[in-house]
């Protein structure tokens, strides 16, 4: 059997770290691509290479753009490779400009496409990540759901043939790599633990209204003076903030460079709380028993916010609940996101169509 992969952006690469290895084990022969979607070193390279992930065999190199033009630059390559690879089944895996691309493309070559992620759903559903996601499961022939939640998402659209819950890939990768979680950022930046708050702020949701941008630095520089802010900034985030000019309410926060995954899950170990927009980092917040503050209107791990693991909040009350000492108790919940087998499960499902 063979199998495309399509990455681009660095959720997709933590989810094939763990896919192409369970991939390998049962003999699957997979080729990966990689979209060039993200392309700074430290956006891509540093995942590649600190997650052993195979060297992609081909890169569209498409870079940034406007949403238009990166997903037809993505289905103009892509689809040239397909017709040479003539794959059995395309992966795509979560919310992204590449995975719309991939999607769409497969699709219409009438190749099996699965998609990874399937049937999570969020508020407002103007936002780029949420329409890629209805598309992408529309036209997607397997369905592999990290959440029963997500699962139900899919039943109430009608979608019940080839939906497959097999739990969230990133708990595999959390679980896989505990022992290797490195800390030379967090030793180089002389943290302490526990006392410290990690952000991370990306969506264009947040950043690309400049008076939300603003008022959410202003609450983040105030939260500042009680508790320090440790924030590894994403390229957009950082070229929002120069347009806007809103580089004075930076002054009191710990501004790094976006870090890989061992030292992005070693600053959230050692943190006290995480605030984020991010869907990756809700979860990874919960899997390391940490409070989240989910920067959002609405999430698709609606599971934390209903146990109270995440908390919805806004620039209006950010500020009060940071720095409230502890909103709860950090509960479990038995395998909400799978026993971190799922790439094994995915692997076996794709091998049994
Ligand atoms: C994308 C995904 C989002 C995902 C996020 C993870 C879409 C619509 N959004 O958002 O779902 O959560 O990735 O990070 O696909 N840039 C660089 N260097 C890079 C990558 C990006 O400088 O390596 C800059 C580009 O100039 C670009 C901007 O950051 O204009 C945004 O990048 P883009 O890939 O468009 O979207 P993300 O915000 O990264």
Redesign the pocket.
């Known amino acids: 059997m063979k199998v495309v992969s399509l990455v681009g ?3 997709q690469f933590v989810k094939e770290a763990v896919v192409g290895k369970a991939l390998d084990a049962k003999g699957i022969d997979e080729v990966l691509v990689h979209s060039g ?4 070193v430290n ?2 390279d540093v995942f590649f290479q600190t997650l052993h992930i195979r060297q992609p065999g081909f890169n569209l190199h498409v870079g ?1 753009g406007t ?1 238009g033009e ?1 997903t037809g630059k993505i289905m103009v390559g892509f689809e040239k490779l397909l017709l040479d690879i003539k794959p059995d089944i395309v992966l795509v895996y ?6 719309l691309a991939g999607a769409l493309v497969a699709a219409k070559l009438k190749i099996d496409t699965a998609h990874i992620e399937a049937g999570i759903r969020m508020q407002p559903k103007k936002m ?2 949420e329409i ?1 996601r209805v598309v992408v499961d529309s036209v997607a022939d397997i369905l592999f759901c990290p959440s029963k939640h997500a699962v139900n998402n899919l039943r109430k659209e009608g979608r019940i043939d080839n939906v497959h819950f097999t739990g969230d890939v990133m708990y595999d990768l959390f679980l896989m790599m505990k022992e290797r979680f490195t800390f030379d950022v967090f030793n180089r930046l002389d943290l302490k633990k526990g006392q410290y708050v990690l952000l991370t702020l ?3 949701y947040n950043v690309d209204d400049p008076d939300k941008l603003q008022k959410i630095l202003e609450k983040l520089h105030r939260v500042s003076s009680d508790i320090q802010v440790v924030f590894p900034m ?3 985030t950082r ?1 929002r903030i120069s347009e806007f000019q809103l580089e004075q309410y930076l002054k009191k926060l710990t501004i790094i460079e976006p870090c890989d995954y061992l030292n992005m899950m070693g600053l959230l170990t050692a943190s006290w709380k995480v605030i984020t927009d ?3 980092l809700q979860k990874e917040a919960y899997f390391a028993g940490k409070e989240c503050l989910v920067l959002m209107p609405d999430t698709g791990w609606v599971e934390l916010v209903e146990n109270k693991c995440s908390f919805l909040c806004n620039e209006n009350n950010l500020e009060l609940l940071v720095t409230k000492r502890s909103l709860r108790q950090h509960a479990r919940l038995p395998d909400i996101y799978g026993k971190g087998d799922a790439a094994r499960l995915i692997a076996e499902t794709l091998m049994s169509l």
């Open positions: 952006a660095r959720p979607q993200h392309f700074d956006m891509s940034s949403h990166m979560g919310d992204t400009n590449t995975t780029p990540e890629n990306h969506r264009d994403h390229p957009r070229k991010s869907g990756g």
